[in-house]
T-cell receptor
Framework: DAKTTQPNSMESNEEEPVHLPCNHSTISGTDYIHWYRQLPSQGPEYVIHGLTSNVNNRMASLAIAEDRKSSTLILHRATLRDAAVYYCILRDYNAGNMLTFGGGTRLMVKP | GAVVSQHPSWVICKSGTSVKIECRSLDFQATTMFWYRQFPKQSLMLMATSNEGSKATYEQGVEKDKFLINHASLTLSTLTVTSAHPEDSSFYIC????????????FGSGTRLTVV
């Protein structure tokens, strides 16, 4: 799977929007962009995924650049429970089913 | 939604003994499950892909004789850490995907293994 680059950590204030960036300049046409998050001492949790168009669900929004070389996960109002490590992962549907995790971004939310 | 149950959530064992970790898909069938390992302050590393009714596929550097994987049914995969040593202490996490939906992968809550 193509590699992604994320900042190691970010800080946010509670109830403010958070924009988590991810660069994936070597993305291929068959790569889907997945986002997962991992709370302390828990398994990862699916957040959202997309291919080309922006996506919204009850947890977050995913904004995908027109050239698909970057994407941004948007949490509209951060809460203390959103403090977690957020992973941006590319998954090629033509090349196996596993997810390959990078370093992720540790999001800290201040009250 | 799809639920994956992992048991036990934590286990402490003596060096040289074996430990079995179970991963169950509760409301869907999973022909494929994945096993990850995570050391403190590090990311998840894929250990192996568990295939129902056939042998698991191990990632490079993972000893298949030490980490035995059995996927005997469409809802259960087990990982047995044989002859555990302190360096095997880690957070083990399983994952599966409900192919009947468009949602992503579901992960178990993880098993914290401590070998003393």
């Amino acid at each position: 799977d193509a590699k992604t680059t994320q900042p190691n950590s970010m800080e946010s204030n509670e109830e403010e929007p958070v924009h988590l960036p991810c660069n994936h300049s070597t993305i291929s046409g068959t790569d889907y962009i997945h986002w997962y998050r991992q709370l302390p001492s828990q398994g990862p949790e699916y957040v959202i995924h997309g291919l080309t168009s922006n996506v919204n669900n009850r947890m977050a929004s995913l904004a995908i650049a027109e050239d698909r070389k970057s994407s941004t996960l948007i949490l509209h109002r951060a809460t203390l429970r959103d403090a977690a490590v957020y992973y941006c992962i590319l998954r090629d549907y033509n090349a196996g089913n596993m997810l390959t995790f990078g370093g992720g971004t540790r999001l800290m939310v201040k009250p | 939604g799809a639920v994956v149950s992992q048991h036990p959530s934590w286990v402490i064992c003596k060096s040289g003994t074996s430990v079995k970790i179970e991963c169950r898909s509760l409301d869907f069938q999973a022909t494929t499950m994945f096993w990850y390992r995570q050391f403190p302050k590090q990311s998840l590393m894929l250990m192996a892909t568990s295939n129902e009714g056939s042998k698991a596929t191990y990632e490079q550097g993972v000893e298949k004789d030490k980490f035995l994987i059995n996927h005997a049914s469409l809802t259960l995969s087990t990982l047995t850490v044989t002859s555990a040593h302190p360096e095997d202490s880690s957070f083990y996490i399983c994952s599966a995907r409900d192919t009947g939906t468009t949602v992503g992968y579901t992960f178990g809550s993880g098993t914290r293994l401590t070998v003393v």
